[in-house]
T-cell receptor
Framework: GESVGLHLPTLSVQEGDNSIINCAYS??????FIWYKQESGKGPQFIID?????DKRQGQRVTVLLNKTVKHLSLQIAATQPGDSAVYFC??????????FGPGTRLSVLP | GAGVSQSPSNKVTEKGKDVELRCDPI?????LYWYRQSLGQGLEFLIY????????KSGLPSDRFSAERTGGSVSTLTIQRTQQEDSAVYLC???????????FGPGTRLLVL
């Protein structure tokens, strides 16, 4: 069945370094992907999205890479800051409005 | 502008009681979603409303769970005869028609004793 999973449940990085959060998905029909950031006690916040007709999309300090061949999605955060500490979720959908969310990766930024 | 709001922010109830959770979506958003998030877990889809269309209830875990959306705006998620395994954060999100971006509320933390 469908599944969206993350390779690492936790990630610790030094402040100023780049962070890479990975996500694997199994539904080859998935055509839209979103990364969300969830801070403690808050709802998920949209970070960046990408459609399946793209391999890369950049935002402010964030880049999402999509490799459809191996069904892999990654979120890169440049110059990680303490405010980036949160749980990051990837989510995918295959054309409908029902999103499948991964279990999340907790990013900890070390001073 | 105002974001998605949910109430109550926290709810403690006894096993077997019914609870109602409320979601106020962003004004003008036609799509509304309910999710459940257990401790340390990802989001589990529950139900989806889009305009006046019949809701997608495929994620509701049992017939104890139901949701309504009145007037295309406010939504209420009702859990009847609550069980301890219902303890979780219930998140609501809204979105514009034809736009898959979802805007989440802060959630309601439900604890069933």
């Amino acid at each position: 069945g469908e599944s969206v999973g993350l390779h690492l449940p936790t990630l610790s990085v030094q402040e100023g370094d780049n962070s890479i959060i990975n996500c694997a998905y199994s539904n080859s029909a998935s055509d839209y992907f979103i990364w969300y950031k969830q801070e403690s006690g808050k709802g998920p916040q949209f970070i960046i999205d990408i459609r399946s007709n793209m391999d890369k999309r950049q935002g402010q300090r964030v880049t999402v890479l999509l490799n459809k061949t191996v069904k892999h999605l990654s979120l890169q955060i440049a110059a990680t800051q303490p405010g980036d500490s949160a749980v990051y979720f990837c989510a995918e959908t295959g054309g409908g409005q029902n999103f499948v969310f991964g279990p999340g990766t907790r990013l900890s930024v070390l001073p | 502008g105002a974001g998605v709001s949910q109430s109550p922010s926290n709810k403690v109830t006894e096993k077997g009681k019914d609870v109602e959770l409320r979601c106020d979506p962003i004004s003008g958003h036609t799509a509304l979603y309910w999710y459940r998030q257990s401790l340390g877990q990802g989001l589990e889809f529950l139900i989806y409303f889009q305009g006046n269309s019949a809701p997608d209830k495929s994620g509701l875990p049992s017939d104890r769970f139901s949701a309504e959306r009145t007037g295309g705006s406010v939504s209420t998620l009702t859990i009847q005869r609550t069980q301890q395994e219902d303890s979780a954060v219930y998140l609501c999100a809204s979105g514009r028609e034809f736009d898959k971006t979802q805007y989440f509320g802060p959630g309601t933390r439900l604890l069933v004793l």
